[in-house]
């Protein structure tokens, strides 16, 4: 018979195991979505936001923004909704930022909506206020590769039908990106347990 120490010891380790296994999953799951390019027309082109340089686009940023011009001359939608809110070291809001940088391509303003989210469940909340009173479903979601999972397990969680668009230039490389899939991997994995919105909810309160 077995002391209740060695019990608790194989419990912990098969615990572990499982854990590990899960993660490394999640970790596969999460970079094939991040090479998976789903080239579906939908209602509007949505550009999830990241850093602003002052007033000027991150080469991240602009990157998703000429992915989304592309994809927008291309006719999969006649509308482009930018997203993200102000940070600490930026002199204006990353939609803001993003708008004026696509007017600067020739897309009219009348064809730009901003979404002023200051993280990816609150955008997609804030893009669900906007979409549902004009019944805009279908969303075709562009960021960067390790960023498409979550982004699709969100918008889907608001009742989003999202095609998925990962930048084909992102500034990212080498460690950078390998440390970014780890990172969203780990997002993912708990996303997928707790929920995204708890989890949300938990970086609020830890940060």
Same mark, same amino acid.
Request: hydrophobic share 40%; charged share 15%.
């Given at each position: 018979m077995l002391f209740p120490i060695k019990i608790i010891k194989r419990v912990v380790f098969s615990l572990i195991t499982i854990l590990i296994i899960y993660y490394g999953i999640t970790v596969?799951?999460?970079?094939?979505?991040?090479h998976t390019e789903q080239y579906n027309s939908a209602q509007a082109i949505v550009v999830m936001g990241t850093q602003?340089?002052?007033?000027?686009?991150?080469?991240?940023? *602009?990157?998703? &923004?000429?992915? *989304?011009?592309? &994809?927008?001359?291309?006719?999969?939608?006649?509308?482009?909704?930018?997203t993200g809110g102000q940070g600490k070291l930026e002199?204006?809001?990353e939609a803001q930022a993003s708008a004026t940088f696509l007017e600067g391509l020739g897309i009219p303003s009348s064809k730009i909506v901003m979404i002023l989210g200051?993280?990816?469940w609150q955008t997609f909340s804030l893009l669900y206020g906007y979409a549902k009173p004009r019944n805009i479903t279908n969303i075709l979601i562009v960021s960067d590769p390790f960023h498409m999972d979550r982004c699709g397990a969100m918008a889907t969680d608001f009742g989003f039908t999202p095609y998925l668009s990962p930048t084909q230039?992102?500034?990212?490389g080498g460690s950078q990106v390998f440390w970014a899939y780890l990172k969203e991997s780990a997002e993912v994995a708990v996303g997928r347990v707790t929920g995204y919105g708890f989890l949300n909810w938990l970086h609020q309160e830890i940060l």
């Amino acid at each position: 018979m077995l002391f209740p120490i060695k019990i608790i010891k194989r419990v912990v380790f098969s615990l572990i195991t499982i854990l590990i296994i899960y993660y490394g999953i999640t970790v596969g799951q999460v970079v094939a979505q991040g090479h998976t390019e789903q080239y579906n027309s939908a209602q509007a082109i949505v550009v999830m936001g990241t850093q602003v340089n002052g007033t000027t686009p991150s080469p991240d940023l *602009a990157a998703r &923004l000429n992915h *989304a011009y592309i &994809l927008y001359r291309s006719g999969l939608s006649n509308l482009i909704i930018v997203t993200g809110g102000q940070g600490k070291l930026e002199d204006v809001s990353e939609a803001q930022a993003s708008a004026t940088f696509l007017e600067g391509l020739g897309i009219p303003s009348s064809k730009i909506v901003m979404i002023l989210g200051d993280d990816t469940w609150q955008t997609f909340s804030l893009l669900y206020g906007y979409a549902k009173p004009r019944n805009i479903t279908n969303i075709l979601i562009v960021s960067d590769p390790f960023h498409m999972d979550r982004c699709g397990a969100m918008a889907t969680d608001f009742g989003f039908t999202p095609y998925l668009s990962p930048t084909q230039h992102s500034p990212y490389g080498g460690s950078q990106v390998f440390w970014a899939y780890l990172k969203e991997s780990a997002e993912v994995a708990v996303g997928r347990v707790t929920g995204y919105g708890f989890l949300n909810w938990l970086h609020q309160e830890i940060l």
